[in-house]
């Protein structure tokens, strides 16, 4: 069973950056084979899909969102992976999830996760 451990979130203002990092384990095979996705969830509302990574980071996807703003990346070797976080809006604000995603083949990822199980996440605040 995988197993997702969140960190990076923080504090920041409009406009600041910030960089998630998401450790996996508990892989069956290599973790290469896992697509992996961030998720976010602001208070009161559902979770919602921001980015997935297949197993290449060219072939990662986004919300439109978080489009032009956001980066996913993932390091195979190291079993993580990473959001990095621009142009951060106070709309941003939530908590920040990882979680491994439904693949609709080795070159494709979808914003679904395939648990409905989730970490203790990462708190990101963007306030003035």
């Known amino acids: 069973q995988l197993q997702f451990v969140e960190s990076g979130g923080g504090l920041v203002q409009p406009g600041d950056s910030l960089r998630l990092s998401c450790k996996v384990s508990?892989?069956?095979?290599?973790?290469?084979?896992?697509?992996i996705g961030w998720f976010r969830q602001a208070a009161g509302k559902e979770y919602e899909g921001l980015a997935c990574?297949?197993?290449?980071?060219?072939?990662?996807e986004y919300a439109d969102s978080v489009k032009g703003r956001f980066t996913i990346s993932r390091d195979n070797v190291a079993n993580a992976a990473y959001l990095q976080m621009n142009s951060l809006k106070p709309e941003d604000t939530g908590v920040y999830y990882c979680?491994?995603?439904?693949?609709?083949?080795?070159?494709?990822?979808?914003?679904?996760?395939?648990?409905?199980?989730w970490g203790q996440g990462t708190q990101v605040t963007v306030s003035s």
């Open positions: 979680s491994a995603v439904v693949k609709i083949n080795e070159y494709y990822c979808t914003m679904k996760p395939r648990s409905a199980s």
């Open positions: 990574i297949p197993f290449r980071d060219d072939l990662a």
């Open positions: 508990g892989f069956g095979q290599d973790f290469v084979h896992d697509h």
